[in-house]
């Protein structure tokens, strides 16, 4: 749609009142704005539509287009609510850029970001992904992308309906891959460097992240990753993922050898079987299967993936991550003794006593509540932080940085504490944009003005090493140099270190 053609307030929204820049990429030339110096380009096709006799497969290039082709909004999201509404749809193969210059010769490092949401859910549009800041702070190239989740990312068909169904397991990461390989051929007309690729990402993102570093075909197009409180060691076995896809094809009454058919039914019950699916075996099965070939081994089990070995990683976590995900149980933070202790039984079960005893010598103000929130953040994600940085670390090969991320939010009383998904605005130094997570005042935008510039320095040198921060150093497991991120950061050597060991023992990670 052509901006002359749009409502005025429609246009105004698009960007009217803004300079219109083009740029040239594989498949046609495509038509952004240009704010305070900013070139913006959104809902960029790198794959054709997932839908129909694609579905399941492995993405394909999108046909080329004559013309310029407008690229003023963010185009569609995956599927994945149920019934998906008009903004969800299979053509989700979709990136947004943005840059300093189109064509200058320049080569910037490019930030490739892999969005959150596991793999379940999620889009590289949302606000506090606005790649502007960055952009204009560290003179990179900033990229979000789409692609597809759930059970039309990640259904693992290969064994029910053989070679042409070998990749559907790890389909939504090989969009991950085929919009990498778009960045490789493309970016140096968007000002960017296809030779200094950062992939970075938050949550399920990390996750991704993670993944990507496990995945040959991956190999040679990034060139360094950040993995921000994404901690997954393993993914899901081939077996067991057969087993959920068994399942999803009875669904709809169909055989083993009846696979195909599943590429004919109408996307709505598509997701209305995978949201009942999800409910079953829930929602973190449909993830990508570890099927020896596209995805060889789990990425951090029983020890690191060595694809990318040579690739520096900055990796962390916050202290008190579980706290976004349960703000609206108001029983989590008014817990006395005994539903503490019951709460974290669920986690840890006859581990618990010993456990709580640690953290309780470790943290002697911290009310019930807390410890509870310090307990089940460790679990779910700081403990499986360290031990992939102690794995990553031992292949002796790319550096490893660590982080533990500390500070705390002021908003709702500052009850969040240091709750996961802070690190998004402050890598992306967007702290006011996303005020209903930092509280956008002076030290929220202190703060960003060090850690987005860490991650810059990483993404520009494989270091995350600049003057506003102490010195780094990089993690290794006879030391554990962690840089403990607050309004005055620090480094420390294993900071939480009985913390850690209870809970690596309590896991089995030790």
């Not at 990034?222 to 009875?250: C, P, Q, V």
């Not at 039984?345 to 005893?357: A, F, K, M, S, W």
């Not at 990553?392 to 500390?406: D, E, I, Q, S, W």
Request: charged letters at 20%; one cysteine or more; a neutral charge.
């Amino acid at each position: 749609m052509a901006l002359a053609a749009a409502p005025f307030a429609r246009r105004i929204a698009l960007g009217a009142d803004a300079p219109v820049v083009t740029a040239e990429t594989s498949f046609g030339k495509i038509r952004g704005v240009e704010r305070d110096g900013i070139k913006i380009f959104k809902g960029v096709p790198y794959g054709a539509p997932t839908g129909g006799k694609n579905r399941f497969l492995p993405p394909v290039d999108p046909a080329p287009w004559a013309g310029v082709r407008d690229a003023l909004e963010y185009g569609p999201t995956a599927p994945q609510t149920s019934p998906p509404p008009a903004s969800q749809s299979e053509d989700c193969l979709v990136l947004n850029v943005w840059t300093p210059a189109i064509n200058d010769g320049r080569k910037r490092p490019v930030m490739f970001w892999c969005h959150g949401g596991h793999f379940q859910s999620g889009s590289g549009s949302s606000p506090g992904q606005d790649g502007t800041n960055l952009c204009r702070r560290g003179d990179v190239v900033v990229v979000t992308i789409n692609h597809r989740l759930n059970a039309l990312g990640f259904l693992y068909l290969a064994q029910l309906g053989g070679p042409d169904f070998a990749s559907s397991g790890a389909a939504g990461m090989l969009d991950i891959v085929h919009a990498l390989k778009w960045v490789n051929r493309n970016i140096s007309e968007f000002g960017g460097d296809p030779g200094n690729v950062t992939i970075f990402g938050q949550s399920g993102g990390g996750r991704k992240v993670e993944t990507l570093l496990a995945m040959p075909s991956a190999k040679g197009l990034f060139h360094r990753a950040i993995i921000e409180s994404g901690a997954t060691m393993k993914l899901i076995d081939a077996a067991d993922a057969a087993a959920y896809a068994h399942s999803f094809l009875s669904s709809f009454d169909l055989k083993a050898n009846q696979v195909r058919q599943l590429q004919n039914q109408p996307l709505e019950k598509i997701m209305e079987v995978y949201a009942l699916s999800a409910k079953t075996f829930g929602a973190e099965k449909f993830s990508p299967a570890v099927d020896g070939k596209i995805i060889p081994q789990h990425p951090f089990y029983p020890a690191a993936s060595s694809v990318s070995a040579d690739v520096p990683v900055m990796i962390g976590s916050t202290r008190t991550e579980l706290t976004l995900s349960l703000r609206n149980d108001e029983a989590a933070f008014h817990l006395d003794e005994a539903g503490m202790r019951s709460r974290v039984r669920q986690y840890l079960g006859d581990q618990t006593d010993r456990v709580i005893e640690v953290y309780r010598k470790a943290n002697p103000q911290a009310a019930p509540s807390e410890l509870f929130f310090l307990i089940a953040s460790d679990h779910e994600y700081s403990a499986p932080t360290m031990k992939i940085a102690e794995r990553r670390a031992a292949l002796n090969r790319g550096p490893v940085y660590l982080y533990y991320f500390t500070w705390e939010s002021p908003v709702e009383g500052g009850r969040l504490k240091s709750p996961h998904t802070i690190e998004i605005p402050f890598a992306f130094d967007n702290v006011k944009i996303s005020s209903a997570l930092t509280g956008g005042g002076a030290e929220a935008m202190a703060l960003a003005d060090k850690v987005s510039d860490s991650w810059i320095a990483f993404a520009r040198t494989g270091d995350p090493n600049q003057p506003k921060l102490p010195h780094w150093p990089k993690y290794e497991s006879t030391n554990r140099f962690t840089m403990v991120i607050n309004n005055e950061s620090r480094v420390e050597k294993d900071p939480i270190r009985e913390q850690r060991l209870a809970m690596f023992h309590a896991l089995k990670l030790d």
